[in-house]
């Protein structure tokens, strides 16, 4: 009886730590990525032997070496053989991984990655709702008026001002019914939900917005291609003149958060 406790005891243990042992390796990746971002551990320096990381960050060799592993498969840190192992250039780095962008956080301002994003919606947004204005069937039509109501709805409130919107434009993105602009649709969604975070946290007004996000939906019931591509146009030099404010309230804060 007694060794049978001692066995279901051990297995408790043995359990406990399988369960805790991720959430460990999570967040020291974590911590390492933030230090990074932070340039703790600049571009182009090497990050500290691995005894060091390990007394650091209080865990084991194993931990260090599995989180190194994520980190160079994301492009941010790159192994030497017998020298080390070396913070990348940003430009190296997987900038539109979900991961990336959330170890960046606050500090997605000193990256000029907003503006890149916004750039990259310029040339992708007109020419999807024309798309859309000719291919959308009448339930993505319905799917995009009702984040549209939500946009509506959740005016005051800016998360979910913000989830309403990244669901229209990923909606959008999917009503165009163009295979390439539908694989986008993965990569830049987490992106997309910073750049419009940004913009509508600055915005002093969101009906400007939400006025031009329902005569897009209605461009698109009417199935008016020249309307929908004007519609998504104005929507992003509004998003232009919004960013801008937040990157001059960013740079007026004077501190990185």
């Known amino acids: 009886m007694a060794m049978a406790a001692e066995g279901q005891e051990h297995q408790g243990i043995v359990a ?5 042992r991720p959430r460990v390796q999570k967040n020291i990746t974590r911590a390492i990525a933030s230090d990074i971002c932070a340039e703790i551990f600049p571009v182009g320096t090497f990050l500290p032997r ?8 209080g865990v084991s060799r194993t931990v260090i070496r599995e989180s190194l592993k994520i980190l160079e498969s994301k492009g941010m ?19 539109l991984d979900s991961q990336v962008l959330e170890w ?3 500090r997605i301002f000193e990256f000029d990655l907003l503006n890149c994003i916004l750039e990259a919606r310029r040339a992708i947004e007109p020419a999807a709702a024309e798309f859309a204005a000719e291919r959308a069937t009448v339930q993505e039509i319905a799917d995009l008026e009702r984040a549209w109501r939500g946009m509506r709805d959740g005016e005051r409130d800016v ?8 669901a229209f434009h990923t909606c959008l993105l999917k009503a165009s019914h163009n295979q390439v602009f539908l694989q986008l649709v993965g990569i830049i969604q987490t992106a997309l939900k ?9 915005a002093e007004r969101r009906d400007e917005a939400i006025d031009i996000h329902g005569e897009l939906v209605e461009a698109l019931r009417m199935r008016d291609k020249v309307g929908a591509r004007d519609c998504s146009m ?3 030099d509004l998003a232009a003149r919004d960013l801008a404010a937040a990157v001059k ?5 004077g501190a990185a958060p």
Not at 195 to 200: D, E, F, M
């Open 50 to 57: 691995e005894n060091d990381l390990c007394e650091r960050y």
């Open 16 to 20: 406990e730590r399988l369960q805790r």
């Open 159 to 166: 998360a979910g001002f913000t989830e309403a919107d990244v």
């Open 77 to 95: 840190v790159r192994g030497r053989s017998r020298v080390g192992t070396v913070v990348c250039n940003k430009e190296e780095w997987n900038i």
């Open 249 to 253: 309230r960013h740079r007026s804060s």
């Open 234 to 236: 104005r929507m992003l």
């Open 104 to 106: 960046i956080g606050e």
């Open 194 to 202: 910073f750049a419009l975070h940004a913009s509508n946290e600055a």
